[in-house]
């Protein structure tokens, strides 16, 4: 590793052979290298675990303005912990190099197995059983990987498959005022076609069809769209034409007949493929519905009693400090949000109101949408909403802080339920029936 620019956080020891960053990690050989990076084998001192330490040069990263989508990545990472996801740990950055400091995966990447040959049937079906599990917990995170591919599985040392490099993925503040993304991005040979369109897609649904890729990889040894020019191959891809080889049963085609449908709204979802007679064998549900740890209160909701006078507590509201305020809003490459265990990731917004109107807003609109709110605290209140969600009934938590006398600062974080679920209940309901009394730079609003 090159030593310019990072004498902050290299220091040699006196015999040479080893380097350490940060006090804590020893950094060795060199795992691979792409444009902007270079992923080194390194372990913590401490406690001797083995990590990849993934380093990022700041300067070609913002020359090329790709800044923000390393942001996003590290966003995303920190969304979708699960057993067959690598695990980012930690972020560390200096003024000329980022650091991520990831699971070391050492089984090498699935692609190394299929070089050699196809895959017996029950081993594919195993990885691709940790594939659909990984991919439909990242969904209802509202995260879509869009570079799905036998090069981004890795295995660990028992075999297990680890879903990485999202560096391509997309959150749902991409999506369009359709509901669709929109940015061509991918392998070309496992796109989906609706991506190549360039109409706007589903990123659910185009990273079902690379799963459908990527099984067909793993039991043939090939790809399904192959031909002598990329143009050529795009044609397949658009009338999704391929053929089987002998081999394949015919429950397995079944399956990838259906995942490798041109028409997405005609191609099989993940609970179709949950389903699925060929998927079925020897799968357990329990990877697919994983219980989220959340660090809220452990017991749930508080009470049951109804939260009535709000605008009488005796209490004054606490006090939000205004640095907070500016830092949470701020711009600049700041990380320290991302991976703050005490505290989980919330949504601000700011009202031009005292804090106890505010707080009486913001119950009255709860119930208007049909949310059952309940006491916990003074100025803190826990919404629970009516309808079974994916991850049972969404609850949310909404603490209102004084910033002045006539400006008050509510925080809005997710207590349970699904995050994709929860996005969709800030942005297309809360938001919008609050906006006549959410302080804004565009103009004055007043209290009703």
């Known amino acids: 590793m090159e030593q ?7 220091s040699l020891k006196k015999n040479g052979s080893r380097k350490i960053i940060f006090g804590k990690l020893e950094m060795g050989r060199v795992l691979g290298q792409g444009n902007f990076a270079k992923v080194y084998y390194g372990k913590n001192i401490s406690t001797q675990e083995s990590v990849a330490i993934k380093v990022i040069n700041k300067d070609q990263v913002k020359k090329e303005g790709l800044m923000e989508q390393i942001k996003r990545e590290i966003a995303i990472m920190r969304l979708v912990r699960h057993p067959n996801v690598v695990e980012l740990k930690e972020v560390m950055a200096t003024k000329k190099r980022i650091f991520f400091v990831m699971e070391y995966v050492k089984g090498g990447e699935l692609f190394a197995k299929v070089v050699k040959g196809r895959l017996k049937e029950d081993s594919a079906r195993k990885y691709f059983h940790q594939l659909v599990s990984s991919v439909d ?3 209802s995170r509202g995260v879509y990987h869009r570079d799905l591919k036998p090069e981004n599985l890795l295995l660990d040392e028992n075999d297990n498959l680890k879903v990485s490099d999202f560096g391509l993925s997309a959150l749902p503040e991409q999506l369009r005022n359709d509901g669709l993304l929109h940015t061509q991005c991918g392998t070309p040979s496992y796109v989906a076609p609706e991506v190549l369109r360039k109409n706007g897609y589903d990123g659910a649904k185009a ?10 990889v793993l039991l043939t040894g090939f790809l399904p769209f192959q031909a002598e020019n990329v143009m050529h191959m795009y044609r397949k891809i658009f009338k999704a034409e391929y053929e089987f080889p002998p081999w394949i049963s015919n429950d397995a085609r079944r399956l990838i007949s259906k995942l490798l449908v041109a028409d997405p709204d005609k191609r099989i979802s993940v609970p179709g493929i949950f389903g699925n007679p060929w998927f079925r064998k020897g799968f357990s549900k329990t990877m697919s519905s994983l219980v989220e740890h959340e660090n809220g209160d452990k017991n749930g909701i508080e009470s049951n009693r109804e939260l009535e006078m709000v605008t009488t507590k005796s209490s004054p509201p606490p006090f939000y400090n205004a640095f907070e305020l500016i830092s949470s809003m701020s711009s600049g490459f700041d990380l320290s949000n991302l991976f703050e265990d005490e505290r989980k990731p919330a949504s601000l917004f700011t009202f031009k109101c005292s804090a106890s109107v505010t707080l009486a807003r913001v119950v009255s609109t709860a119930k208007k949408l049909k949310f059952r709110v309940l006491a916990t605290k003074e100025f803190k209140v826990r919404m629970q909403g009516k309808v079974e969600g994916r991850k049972g009934k969404l609850a949310v938590t909404a603490e209102v802080f004084e910033l002045a006398p006539e400006v008050a600062v509510v925080e809005l974080s997710k207590s349970a339920g699904d995050t994709l ?27 009703q």
């Open 137 to 139: 917990f990242c969904h």
């Open 207 to 216: 990273d079902i069809w690379s799963c459908g890729v990527v099984l067909f």
């Open 421 to 447: 679920e929860y996005n969709k209940f800030y942005e297309e309901e809360l938001r919008p029936a609050l906006a006549d009394i959410v302080w804004s730079w565009q103009g004055e609003n007043n209290c």
């Open 4 to 10: 310019q620019g990072v004498n902050r956080t290299i």
